[in-house]
């Protein structure tokens, strides 16, 4: 049998197969790739062609523009295509609506990439689904077990309790623009809650595909004053990417309540400095128990641990008897909102 | 316990005193007896279960989590409860981490997991079990009743019964100090919202209450009459000033009103009943511990007001110290006999609420006086004096002697009108305080962090520099203070604007603003007085600052430099 290597090997455009010449998910511009989902730091523009799922394609000629690669193809999940000597197969990762794992398979030695992905349903896309192979490549971005993720019913109930409690104060919430923005809204409409949900003008594009895309959002209003004086937006819900709730946007709100949802908001003081009040731990990676549970479950001859606490994750499978390595993998964001 | 550990993991982040007031009285309203008396006991204080020591905790964490492991979590989070609470293995869960290395030979599987460390866990339901996890209540009598040895056992079985979030409450109440910005006064503030109250009312009855404080709880809610005060010695609530405004200086006369020196102490009330003695600081904390060679010289029958200094007896009469060396008996909970001998404590009388056995507060101020000077005459103790009357015969005297007053531990005066009753609160007109006239200083903004609540989005705390010398020659800034309050709303949307516009450098929420001798804003920052501090950059602390005004005809260069505060210290 060849090495895992010949398949599938690190370099500092992202990962490369050498006996299909494509990449997956590279960080800079290349003649071929394969991606996973539509985050910014997995999908770049400037591709000269580009595969990924349909779904994913949309997401990155939203952002991007339409001619962001030279040549796009669609793949649909499950389906397999012969890239070179490379079997190529896409399957669903759980993470954000079009997200796939990339399972490449040639001379009997099958690889998974994970990208990013997660193990509890969410109801904005396709569950992830276990492919057994000799290599997992796995993401670690939550890879410690200080991070258990709690449940999405709890984390919203909080939410609706504040509501509750502070009826006068506007919640702000951060939230990843793609993903995590149209889970928290989707999670509020699951919960019952049915009022009229304002959003940034970032996120516009992206509900808007969500919901064409068949994920149903219920009644949205762009926040601005145009469309809400102040004393309007008391006991709202806000949803935006975190980044704006330090800018003068964030004034036209009356005694905002700040809160963020993401998994980083397990730790108190990371909430504490970024100024939320109401951290609400929702995250569209898997955590600790996630994480090692799909290794278990796929019992893969060897891990190879990319993007996040790679040494924590490296450890455990050392402790389980699982052979595993750091990939030290550049251009990910390791500390991202998420 | 969830709703207690929610309750804790919000206010620990939310800044607002109304929000937490809010969150504080919700709670007290939605939670039964006696699980909102332990909570409040928590919140103030007042409960005392056996400590646990954090070495204990790592030891039984060691026992389940692999050292490694433990060692990057520990690391990432920076919190040893935090990551003890987060990291704490379930032993229900489906797929648990590999047990610590030693002895084991093959790999592990689930079951070898699940196996590993089951224990009896004595009367407590575990997580999921489908009992609920235990209650606040049950949670802090099991650890009343545990003796010394059963105290690391029971810990564990709890901590086996929680959910992360109920795992930190509970490391934070057996490490002793909840620490989440929240004082008992608060507490108790949230009580008497809870209850349509006013403080004093709750002030008042609150010595001789004990956890978990059901009549308290049925008093509030309407159910129960007024608990009595019980206790010997309760204290009483306290007399407030408000400050002399420029309207009010009409009124005062020497007829209408007496004048005091105002002291720069803590103030204290000081009560014995039949032997029982209590110091009172002005919310009702019994800060006796603290002060033991005060409270062992309180021999005078009844409740006296006043203020707790820090001196030297000098030629049979006390001389009271700086402000700096009463600091050294602050914020203690207990004194050594060193410290309690170098800085004696005192206490300057100004007031008598309880004359021997007699209530003494409808009476008029005069009369209250004449009442004092008797009884603190009896004292034998040379602990007690009296505050002394300022003789004046116009306001325009007083303005004089305000502006110079004889020992630097007077911040001001007090004028108290000699007809009005001792009563609680802060009425309108009886007691004027008419403080001297602030220090200020033209300082260099440095650092702006962002505000909370209303002001979430607006640069409102500022770090504030002088010019000192620099090591390889010319001059530098040296941040001396941080002020987040003084200016107007106006000025604030100013203040932010430059912020915004001059940022050099980031730091999370901070931003650094530019601060050359050319460029920059100088704020005149007015403050109550200096000291030494090892914990600044620039070994000064300033007290209570806040923005008086917004130089922006100044040059950075024409700030003040260090020299000036260092010879107000010196003065």
Redesign the interface.
Known sequence: MMRPEDLLCPGPSGLYSPLGDFYVDPVRPVPRALVTHGHSDHARAGHQAVLATAETLKIMAVRYGADFAGATQAMPLGETIRIGEVAVTFQPAGHVLGSAQIVVEARGCRIVVSGDYKRRPDPTCASFHPVPCDVFITEATFGLPVFRHPSDAHEIGKLLASLEAFPERAHLVGAYPLGKAQRVIRLLRDAGYDRTIHIHGALEKLCRLYEKEGVALGPLAPATVETGRKAEFAGAVVVGPPSAFSDLWARRFPDPVPAFASGWMTIRQRAKQRGVELPLILSDHADWDELTATIAELGPAEVWVTHGREEALVRWCELAGIRARPLHLVGYEDEGEE | MEAFA?LL??L?????RN?KL??LS?YFRDTPDPDRGYALAALTGALSLRGVKPAMLRALVAER??P??FG??YD????LA??IA??W?AKA???P??PP?GGRE???S?EDFAGGSEKESGGLPPAGSGQGTPSLGAVVEALLAASRSEGPGLVERLLDSL??PGRWALIKLVTGGLRIGVSARLAKQALADLGGKEIGEIEEVWHGLAPPYRPLFAWLEGRGARPEAAARAPFRPVMLAQPLEERDLGLVTPEAYAAEWKWDGIRVQAVNEAGTVRLYSRTGEDVAAAFPDLAAAIDIEGAIDGELLVGRAEGGRIVAGSFSELQQRLNRKSVTPKVAAAYPAFMRAYDVLVDGGEDVRALPFRDRRARLEALVARSLAGRIDLSPLVAFATVEDLAVLRGRPPEPIIEGLMLKRWDAPYEAGRPKGPWFKWKRDPHTVDAVLMYAQ?G???R???YSDYTFGVWRPAEGGGEELVPVGKAYFGFTDAELAEIDRFVRKNTVNRF??VREVVHTARDGLVLEVAFEGLQRSGRHRSGIAMRFPRIARLRWDKPPAEADRIAALEALIAG
């Open positions: 929610d993991d919000r620990v982040l939310t800044p607002s929000a809010k969150l919700d989590v692999d490694v492991l990057y979590s990432y989070v920076g919190d935090e990551t987060l990291v293995p869960s489906p797929h981490d590999p290395r093959k790999g592990p689930a959910d992360a962002r909370h609540g209303k979430s989005s607006y999370g929420p």
